[in-house]
């Protein structure tokens, strides 16, 4: 992994948009050089397009491995929520680089949609295109081309994305939108291209296999590269919309900005009262994950289906395994859920805040001040009627904090200034 320091001639060259430029250049002039110089037709175009954009797929992933700022995910969400609230990260050795655990978290839904959109965009270049329109002379100089434009993508992300600092404004979601149109412009490109081959080619209800690629000529060529060409220039210059949304007052989306990385001062005044759930909170707080997530029976869908299959051929040995795991799967997320996000939290009261500190990582989730609460709450749902809890609610400008299963909440209590509201009230 490179250095990130801002020096050096790499890093000079990544200033600005030379680089990128420089880039999106060679990535042009390739295509234009084979349809002039080396004679490529449709086929060979496409194939060139359909590889370049697996290639920014592919290095768009690294960049969004390695973004620096952490990736916006749904504090309700099952178990990515409080994993994506902890904001922990591995550092790479002698870099400024992380690998955040957010990142982890977006990869796995980020990838298989690239991998969609490139299989859709390659079965509408390449499966009808290039369908025994590639001779052995242009198949090697298109394997070369793509080969350059690899290079070319590496180099550029290398030297702009992590030479010049540019990951430590990006999240996994923002480093991965320039392909987005990328993949438009090969789409409508390829599109184009399709629709010109198809009206020189197809006659009446001929089958769409009977495209030929020579079909279309030099100065239709030159126009589908030409549109391609415009459409990386409008991403290059990207900034300056999200600079017009911005002073325009306008919600275009060009202008979002994603979450800092701002530590959390941890440090209270004062005597330290620590608090932690009691373990028939930590032990019974499934059972109030599934009444908020109950979208997790869904998974006992496929075992009870399956067992009443079984109980039908009079197997009841099978129908009672089948049965267990209908109801420990959604069971066992919904503990994992709860345990990341109250059961491994300490609760830190002080004189002048309270602070929620992760016990897995040791890094600091939130903090309220005594004085910046709006409203402050006590709770009894019916799982504390169980067990003879009740549940802390802290309300902001803008969010809300919930410690639940306290045996006695006079302690985080104590630390604001204002009267908490009672079920007894």
């Known amino acids: 992994m490179p250095s990130t320091a801002r020096s050096g001639p790499l890093s000079a060259l990544a200033r600005g948009r030379r680089f990128r430029a420089l880039a999106l250049f060679v990535s042009n002039l390739l295509p234009l050089a084979g349809v002039v110089a080396l004679g490529w037709n449709a086929a060979a175009l496409m194939t060139l397009y359909w590889f370049e954009l697996g290639i920014a797929s592919l290095w768009a992933l690294v960049r969004a491995l390695f973004a620096g700022r952490p990736s916006e995910i749904e504090r309700t969400a099952l178990i990515a929520g409080p994993l994506a609230s902890r904001r922990a990260a591995l550092s790479v050795p002698r870099t400024g680089v992380q690998i955040r655990l957010s990142s982890l978290l977006v990869l796995p839904v980020i990838a298989p949609i690239l991998c969609a959109v490139w299989l859709f965009v390659g079965g509408l270049t390449v499966g009808v295109v290039a369908d025994g329109g590639l001779s052995p002379d242009a198949l090697d100089t298109v394997t070369l081309a793509v080969l350059a434009v690899f290079v070319g993508e590496g180099a550029t992300t290398l030297a702009e994305y992590f030479a010049g600092g540019e990951y430590r404004d990006h999240s996994a979601q923002t480093a ?219 309300e902001l400008r803008d969010e809300e904090h919930r410690v639940p299963g306290l045996s006695d909440p006079d302690t985080v209590l104590a630390v604001f200034d204002r009267r908490a509201d009672r079920p007894d009230d």
């Open 176 to 394: 991965v939108r320039g392909v987005f149109v990328h993949a438009g412009a090969v789409f409508f490109a390829a599109l184009f291209t399709v629709a010109l081959v198809g009206a020189a080619t197809l006659d009446g209800d001929a089958p769409i296999s009977a495209l030929d690629p020579d079909a279309v000529g030099l100065p239709l060529l030159l126009g589908v590269i030409g549109l391609k060409a415009a459409v990386d220039l409008a991403g290059l210059y990207r900034d300056r919309l999200d600079a017009f949304d911005e002073s325009q007052a306008l919600d275009l989306g060009f202008s979002y900005d994603p979450p800092t990385t701002d530590s959390v001062h941890s440090s209270l005044d004062g005597p330290v009262d620590a608090v932690r759930l009691p373990r028939r909170s930590r032990f019974a707080g499934a059972l109030a994950t599934v009444s908020v997530h109950p979208g997790l029976w869904w998974l006992a869908a496929v075992p009870v289906f399956v067992a009443a299959l079984f109980a039908i051929g009079g197997d009841w040995t099978t129908v009672t395994v089948l049965s267990v795991v209908a109801v420990a799967v959604p069971l066992s997320l919904a503990a994992v859920d709860h345990e990341l996000r109250h059961g491994l939290v300490a609760y830190r009261a002080g004189d002048d805040a309270l602070v929620a500190r992760d016990r897995l990582f040791g890094a600091t989730l939130w903090r309220v001040e005594s004085w910046d609460e709006t409203g402050l709450r006590v709770e009894r749902t019916w799982l504390d009627r169980r067990l003879g809890t009740e549940t802390v609610v802290i």
